[in-house]
């Protein structure tokens, strides 16, 4: 349950913007999707406004992130195919 503190779902969220390895990325992105949904499943009693706030933020940003590694991966895969095409 520590990680799903405030201060443990922005490490990890931070980790995976941090990360430059590509093969490590998708996993770093949906370790801290998954602990963010849990945060936010998980929270006892009344949360701050801008905590939540920050948390859908962050949720956002590792979609947008999701998202380019997944248009940069497909970019390479055609830059191979046509490649070895010509």
């Known amino acids: 349950m520590d990680e799903l503190k405030l201060a443990g779902w922005q490490r990890i969220y931070q980790e995976a913007l941090d990360e430059s390895d590509q ?3 998708l996993t770093k992105i949906c370790a ?3 602990v963010l949904y849990a945060y936010l499943q998980q ?3 009344p949360t701050q406004r801008n905590e939540v ?3 859908f933020d962050a949720i956002h940003s590792l979609r947008i992130l999701r998202s380019r590694l ?3 991966t497909k970019r390479d895969e055609l830059a191979l195919i046509w490649k ?3």
Do not use: C, N, T
Request: charged fraction near 20%; aromatic fraction near 6%.
């Open 23 to 25: 093969v490590k990325l």
């Open 32 to 34: 801290a999707e998954s």
């Open 43 to 45: 929270r006892d009693g």
């Open 53 to 55: 706030i920050a948390v």
């Open 70 to 72: 997944y248009s940069q």
């Open 84 to 86: 070895q095409g010509a």
